[in-house]
């Protein structure tokens, strides 16, 4: 096991997406991830398909493969008393724990921010809510497609105002998750200086918000409701998916220059009325979009991206997830790894975002954990776990 977190013990009581996608980040950069599931049915994406794949007595949810590797797993009742108990000893050699269950919920268990820090002082504690853990709304169960409705996300997605979408992915959830992890490791980085643990807090609304960007300073100060757009961008034109002769192609121009060289390769005017400058081009977008879809329609998309590649134009296909997994540039950065699955055997799947690199002089050696486990099977772990805790 390599990475920057080697050494690190995480225990993961989180269940469902934004707690195990943060447990997953953990593993990926190298920490022991220890997955604390209910005896009964485990994780409850255990459960969440179809798709299901491997033998029909024993089916695979591809939901949990998906947010689960380089996890170990124990199952515990802790409501028990040796659930409690194996909890607790866990916690004692932990550095950090995940939890997203609903607020209060954790210290009715016995195992409050107060009792977790009795226990061990030095544990930096996760929480994941959906609405936050304090506040009117604290209490509401936390859900993907609501959070993005309320947070604002759907209302800025579709193709126009009357047809809101949430994002194709859990996006609340993951990016929870990724905020969550980003919190602890600078509490982890707290805790060098000052030897105590401390409480990290994110909320599925909280990632929406904070991802908002140029949106959200388009409502709290030049007082705009932004609105779907469909696939162009609402700042900057022509930015967006265009039409050509057998299907689409993706173009940024976002810059003058960029404009410039973009009218030389397809016999455009640069100057013309309505399209000399990019506050132009935005407000008379339908007209640019139909000047620049006329020209690509001369085109199939393959030798239109050669042309714009040629010509310097940020450009792009809209690929399948599987054309995904086979793109030699995403093989290139590890985004498709494999790992041996108890029961699946061989499986391809998602590889972690990050890489890592030690350098010395102009070498530069990865350091990037390249060998992964498989999302575990439920409880598959435990009987290493709990002799693991007895140990001094």
């Known amino acids: 096991m390599t990475g920057p977190l080697t050494g690190y013990t995480v225990v993961d009581l989180s269940r469902a997406l934004a707690g195990?996608?943060?447990?997953?980040?953990?593993?990926?950069?190298?920490?022991?991830?220890?997955?604390?599931?209910?005896?009964?049915?485990?994780?409850?994406?255990?459960?969440?398909?179809?798709?299901?794949?491997g033998p029909e007595d024993n089916p695979q949810a591809t939901y949990f493969?998906?947010?689960?590797?380089?996890?170990?797993?124990?199952?515990?009742?802790?409501?028990?008393?040796?659930?409690?108990?194996?909890?607790?000893?866990?916690?004692?050699?932990?550095?950090?724990?995940?939890e997203n269950f609903r607020v209060g919920v954790l210290a009715r268990l016995g195992f409050s921010t107060e009792q977790l820090h009795e226990i061990n002082p030095r544990l930096v504690i996760l929480q994941i809510t959906g609405f936050g853990h304090d506040g009117p709304e604290a209490?509401?169960?936390?859900?993907?497609?609501?959070?993005?409705?309320?947070?604002?996300?759907?209302?800025?997605?579709?193709?126009?105002?009357?047809?809101?979408q949430r994002v194709g992915v859990p996006i609340a959830d993951l990016l929870?998750?990724?905020?969550?992890?980003?919190?602890?490791?600078?509490?982890?980085?707290?805790?060098?200086?000052?030897?105590?643990?401390?409480?990290?807090?994110?909320?599925?609304?909280?990632?929406?918000?904070?991802?908002?960007?140029?949106?959200?300073?388009?409502?709290?100060?030049?007082?705009?409701?932004?609105?779907?757009?469909?696939?162009?961008?609402?700042?900057?034109?022509?930015?967006?998916?265009?039409?050509?002769?057998?299907?689409?192609?993706?173009?940024?121009?976002?810059?003058?220059?960029?404009?410039?060289?973009?009218?030389?390769?397809?016999?455009?005017?640069?100057?013309?009325?309505?399209?000399?400058?990019?506050?132009?081009?935005?407000?008379?977008?339908?007209?640019?979009?139909?000047?620049?879809?006329?020209?690509?329609?001369?085109?199939?998309?393959?030798e239109l991206l050669e042309k714009l590649s040629e010509a310097g134009i940020p450009a792009g296909k809209v690929r399948t997830l599987p054309e995904v997994y086979e793109w030699e540039q995403a093989l290139s950065q590890h985004l498709k790894i494999s790992v041996d699955h108890p029961v699946l055997g061989d499986i391809d799947l998602p590889g972690p975002a990050i890489r890592f690199f030690d350098v010395d002089g102009d070498t530069e050696t990865e350091t990037t954990r390249l060998e992964h486990q498989a999302p575990p099977l439920l409880n598959a772990d435990s009987e290493k776990i709990r002799a693991w805790i007895e140990e001094a």
């Open 176 to 302: 929870a998750g990724i905020h969550g992890t980003l919190g602890v490791v600078a509490a982890l980085l707290e805790r060098e200086r000052t030897g105590q643990g401390k409480v990290v807090r994110t909320s599925l609304i909280s990632g929406m918000v904070g991802v908002h960007a140029f949106q959200g300073t388009r409502a709290t100060v030049a007082h705009e409701t932004p609105l779907p757009g469909g696939n162009h961008h609402p700042s900057i034109s022509p930015y967006g998916m265009f039409n050509c002769q057998d299907g689409a192609v993706q173009i940024s121009v976002g810059n003058e220059r960029l404009w410039q060289k973009f009218c030389e390769a397809f016999g455009l005017d640069a100057n013309a009325d309505g399209m000399a400058t990019n506050t132009e081009r935005v407000t008379n977008r339908p007209a640019v979009t139909a000047a620049v879809e006329e020209k690509f329609g001369q085109y199939p998309a393959k």
């Open 20 to 53: 195990p996608h943060a447990g997953q980040l953990f593993g990926d950069m190298g920490a022991r991830v220890i997955k604390v599931e209910n005896p009964a049915a485990g994780d409850d994406t255990r459960s969440w398909g179809p798709p299901f794949v």
């Open 139 to 164: 209490m509401r169960a936390g859900y993907d497609q609501i959070a993005q409705g309320e947070a604002g996300l759907m209302s800025l997605t579709g193709p126009d105002k009357d047809n809101m």
């Open 65 to 98: 493969l998906s947010c689960n590797r380089n996890k170990e797993s124990i199952a515990l009742d802790l409501k028990s008393e040796d659930g409690k108990d194996i909890l607790t000893k866990l916690i004692r050699k932990a550095d950090v724990l995940i």
